[in-house]
């Protein structure tokens, strides 16, 4: 796994062209299967991906928190919203609040969450490859497979199931 993350920011840069090329004619020509297949190309590879070996996301970028995330993690560790907030969080350029620092400080040392019953919805839908209307989301698809392993891979297989 470690030579895979190694090599990932390198490959999804030498990709990056070419996945933008063609994300772009997905906008413009969105086949009309497209969630479907990506739901498809999402559960094979979750089949054969163990997030716990890799925990890459956690380890280099924090989650968006929303209002309900903050209610239900600081409900969940007994604090008050606000503890919860100044203990945790700061407000990021876009307003939003995330965590102070990465790695996440709920990953602990076998890469498996503290709070995963309770996680941010950002945590429980990353990468975000079987999410309806994929042609939406291309932007954050381009940034995630220079994190996300299995996003690197959905995306090389996505381009030989639906050549534009």
Do not use: W
Request: aromatic residues 8%; charged residues 35%; contains cysteine.
């Amino acid at each position: 796994m470690n030579t895979i993350l190694n090599n990932l920011p390198k490959e999804a840069k030498d990709k990056h062209i070419e996945n933008k090329k063609y994300f772009d004619k997905l906008k413009k020509k969105t086949p009309k299967n497209l969630d479907y297949v990506m739901q498809d190309l999402h559960d094979a590879e979750f089949k054969k991906m163990n997030c716990l070996k890799c925990a890459n996301c956690c380890k280099t970028t924090g989650p968006l928190f929303t209002d309900a995330d903050i209610d239900r993690v600081s409900k969940y560790l007994r604090q008050k919203p606000q503890q919860f907030i100044e203990q945790y969080l700061r407000i990021d350029e876009d307003r939003d609040y995330v965590l102070q620092s990465v790695p996440c400080t709920f990953l602990d040392n076998e890469n498996a969450c503290m709070i995963y019953d309770v996680r941010p919805k950002a945590c429980r839908e990353f990468p975000h490859t079987d999410r309806k209307k994929f042609q939406q989301i291309t932007d954050l698809t381009l940034k995630n497979v220079a994190i996300c392993p299995a996003a690197f891979n959905i995306v090389e297989e996505m381009k030989k199931k639906l050549p534009l």
